[in-house]
C-alpha cells in the first residue's frame, strides 16, 4: 500500500542536480525531470538501500526511510553512524528503492539514484517524526523517547537517476 507523505514542517522549494549529455549540472526539480511515478515512490512507504564509501573504498549497505525537503532527498538518523562518517569524508551516494510495480517482462521495477550527499546536524527527530507517518502510521510517535537527540539529516542532491521503471520524464 503507497501512502502519501503529507507535506514537510520544513518544506520549500530547492534544486537537485541530474545528469544532462556531459557535465553535471544543477537545475531546478520539478516534474519534468522526475516522473510522477519516481515522486510518488520517493513519497512511499518503500524503504531504500543506501550505500556509501568506507576510507578503503569499500562498499558500506544500509537501509533507511527517505523523503523528499527542498529538492533534495533526505535521511535522518539520530545517532552518528558509519553511513554519515563515510559521507562527511567522500559525498558519493547511492540509493536503490524497489517499487510495488512488476512491468510487462514480470521485473520488479527499482529506481537508483546517484548523487552526492551533505549532513547537518539537529533537526532528525523532527524529520524522523514526519517520515513516520508514512513508514509506520499517522497516529504513531517516533522516536519513542523523551528529547531525543538533535541527530543529522543528510541531504543528497540528485546527479543521475536509472533502474527499471518510469523514472525520468
Request: hydrophobic content about 40%.
Amino acid at each position: 500500500m503507497t501512502r502519501t507523505l503529507p507535506p514537510s514542517p520544513l518544506a520549500g522549494r530547492g534544486s537537485v542536480a541530474l545528469s544532462i549529455d556531459g557535465p553535471l549540472k544543477s537545475v531546478p526539480m520539478t516534474r519534468n525531470q522526475l516522473s510522477d511515478a519516481a515522486l510518488e515512490l520517493l513519497a512511499s512507504d518503500a524503504v531504500a538501500t543506501v550505500v556509501t564509501l568506507n576510507a578503503d573504498g569499500s562498499p558500506q549497505v544500509t537501509a533507511a526511510w527517505v523523503g523528499v525537503e527542498d529538492g533534495e532527498i533526505v535521511i535522518a538518523t539520530l545517532p552518528d553512524q558509519r553511513k554519515l562518517q563515510n559521507l562527511r569524508r567522500d559525498p558519493r551516494v547511492a540509493l536503490s528503492i524497489q517499487s510495488e510495480r512488476v512491468n510487462q517482462w514480470g521485473l520488479r521495477e527499482y529506481v537508483v539514484i546517484y548523487g552526492t550527499a551533505r549532513v547537518t546536524e539537529g533537526g532528525a527527530a523532527e524529520m524522523l517524526q514526519h517520515l513516520a507517518r508514512t513508514y509506520l502510521g499517522p497516529d504513531v510517535i517516533f522516536p519513542a523517547m523523551p528529547d531525543p537527540p538533535p541527530g543529522f539529516i543528510t541531504r543528497i542532491r540528485v546527479h543521475r537517476v536509472s533502474g527499471i521503471g518510469p523514472w525520468r520524464r
